[in-house]
């Protein structure tokens, strides 16, 4: 077995930490080369903020602490395809590459749904790549909303 990359692993260990917190388990890392700059997992509830998605709390602290709102030169990794808010805020971020684990046939918007990187006026695409640990990613989900049910 291929061991995951170390940006999506520390993305599963914050997916689980929601997870532990009552939270939908989506976690995100933002990494600039092989720096880390930014952590962060679902906090919706807890915040009671219905923008609080894992990355887009990753891309706010990524920006606050790079000083700058455009991230051409960085990689997101998610543990699930973004929504369609959160794919919306990878584009304006300019965010250069969005590696994400399992795929969201109901609520992504990248493989799924509107397929935002691919309509005409979405002004930035990033390289995708799909399934980096999406084994991991799937079973966390499922887990955690079989114990909900």
């Not at 891309?59 to 808010?85: H, K, N, Q, S």
């Not at 304006?92 to 006026?121: C, N, S």
Request: proline share 7%; hydrophobic share 50%; net charge neutral.
């Amino acid at each position: 077995m291929i061991p995951l990359p170390e940006p999506m692993r520390q993305a599963l260990a914050a997916a689980v930490a929601a997870a532990q917190a009552g939270e939908v388990p989506v976690g995100a890392v933002i990494m600039l080369g092989r720096e880390l700059v930014a952590v962060s997992a679902n906090a919706p509830r807890a915040l009671h903020d219905p923008t609080a998605h894992a990355e887009m709390r990753v891309i706010r602290d990524a920006a606050a602490r790079l000083g700058r709102e455009r991230l051409e030169d960085c990689d997101l990794w998610v543990t699930l395809e973004p929504c369609a808010m959160c794919a919306g805020a990878i584009a304006h971020a300019r965010i250069g590459r969005l590696y994400y684990a399992a795929a969201d046939p109901k609520g992504g918007a990248v493989e799924h749904g509107p397929r935002l990187f691919g309509q005409p006026t979405c002004h930035h695409r990033p390289e995708v790549y799909a399934g980096i640990g999406e084994g991991a990613a799937a079973t966390l989900l499922r887990d955690f909303f079989a114990a909900r049910r």
